[in-house]
């Protein structure tokens, strides 16, 4: 889907059917390139509708941000400390 598909979609938002959210939602995350979003992000017509939009949707924090500070957690601290601690009861 091409940037001006989506900048007249976010032009009309948040009055998005269904589909259109799920449309701009998926370029976001998968087709879009960071100069497409910084050339979207700078077009003065739709700039209220854009920050709304990654607002509600884009910049919120959810459970895949959860689990990747957990995983983030696990590898960087949890390991570790185990080998901390069984290296200081003498069994590492």
Do not use: C, K
């Not at 939602?25 to 209220?48: G, N």
């Not at 884009?58 to 290296?87: E, Q, T």
């Amino acid at each position: 889907m091409l940037r001006a598909e989506i900048a007249a979609i976010l032009a009309r938002y948040p009055d998005l059917t269904d589909a259109e959210l799920q449309r701009v939602l998926r370029w976001f995350r998968t087709e879009a390139t960071a100069m497409d979003v910084a050339m979207l992000a700078s077009e003065e017509d739709i700039a209220p509708q854009y920050r709304q939009f990654r607002s509600d949707h884009i910049d919120s924090f959810g459970l895949r941000d959860l689990r990747n500070a957990a995983v983030f957690l696990g590898i960087f601290v949890g390991i570790p400390l185990a080998g901390f601690l069984l290296w200081g009861s003498g069994i590492g």
